[in-house]
């Protein structure tokens, strides 16, 4: 198959190295996340109240439960604890998760500058650089 | 249960539904290019009782579960167009920006109105093109060429290669702009419209255009993961069966996508824009669904 822009030759290189990432990106993320719901369910909390489900379910807002992080430090401080926080990891695994994109766009940027694709590094780092706007000025970029 | 506060479920029982729910999801996410916001919400809401806030944050993260899901599997099979896909997340992410600059400051009603419109002439547009299997001969593009919006990818179905290219870019580049600003006014995915403005103006066959849209979503995401997680609306125990239900089905779903039609996805593809045309015009209009 000899088409320009189809899934081989230098932009079939970016495809395989951008799907890598976005499927391994995802199987360790959903690794850590899983081992967190484990050692949490291991621990009996699943029934317990440490994350006040029923807070979250019946349409009803009490409040943030405790236990549900809201910053990066939180989390860091939550895995350096023993043993480790099982909520801690979960949203470890879940932040790993949505991270997956944005690492997917910067092996893009770095793949096509490695073959001097200078277009679509260009177009690669305007989103980059997008994203990150949008994590600091904005939730609403979905 | 003595506590009348208490989720009418037990936890385990809920987390293995929502577990469940969302393998369905992530199936129809991943054929149809929607984030699966458009889904996992109302189900959340409705069947489980969650409130808003965590079933959007579980929303965002299903968005981007679906998004690895299945991206993935179709950059590997050249159904999901990576440049098309940057190309036009330029246009969503910054018209995003532009919108969420502008909350306040125009009014949402009669944007809705508007979108609601537009979806409808969509859906008719949609309707209109289900007979075609993939696209025929396109007007040369000139931008399409400069920036090789096109591609190749082997259709299970049709066993061939299908070879496309984009046309009117510049339409669906101002569409996704549009799209762009809307999502970050009014706070919605944009999955919906990434797959119209690929497929109605770009010409581009349906099951690249879900594909791409899949690899899209997953980007635009990950930009507003970060506040949900701030605001503390990304609860673990929803969030954590909806991220393992959604890419299992994602998952599930590329594998299903790759034997289908065309027009089968087309086909699928319709009702939903059909009922998110209603619920936008009936918004515009004042009236709530809910």
Known sequence: ?????????????????????????????????LLGFVLYAAHGELSGQTLHLERATQHRQEGRPAAVFVSARDVVNGLARWPVDPVALMTLGLLALAATPAVGVLTALVTFVALGDRDYAVIAAIVLGALLLGFFVSGGAG | MSDPSQSAMPPAVFVAAIFLTSVGAGVVGAILGLGGGILIVPLLTTFYGVHMHYAMGAS?????????GAAAAYLETGLSNIRVGLFLVMATTSGALCGAAL?????????????????????????????????????????????????????????????????????????????????????????????????????????VSTATSNFMIGITASASAGVYFTRGDIHPLIAVPVALGVLIGASLGTALMTRMR???????FLPVIAYLALTMILRGLGIELR
């Not at chain 2, 965002?60 to 690895?68: G, Q």
């Not at chain 2, 065309?262 to 699928?268: A, C, D, Q």
């Open chain 1, 1 to 33: 198959m000899s088409v320009p822009g189809a899934s081989e030759g230098p932009s079939g290189l970016v495809e395989r190295r951008v799907g890598r990432v976005l499927f391994w990106g995802g199987v360790l993320s959903v690794a850590i996340t």
């Open chain 2, 60 to 68: 965002i993260i299903s968005v981007i579960a679906t998004s690895s």
């Open chain 2, 103 to 207: 909350v306040g400051v125009v009014p949402v009603r009669g944007l809705e109105l508007i979108l609601g419109l537009a979806l409808s002439y969509s859906a008719f547009a949609t309707f209109r093109q289900l007979a075609i299997e993939v696209p025929g001969d396109v007007p040369v593009d000139p931008l399409a060429y400069r920036f090789r919006l096109q591609g190749a990818y082997e259709d299970i179905r049709l066993r061939r290669v299908v070879v496309y290219r984009a046309t009117r870019v510049k339409a669906g580049f101002s569409a996704m702009f549009g799209a762009g600003v809307l999502s970050g006014l009014l706070g919605i995915g944009s999955g919906a419209f990434k797959v119209l403005a690929m497929d109605t103006l770009m010409r581009l066959p349906m099951k």
């Open chain 2, 262 to 268: 065309n027009r089968t996805v087309r086909m699928l």
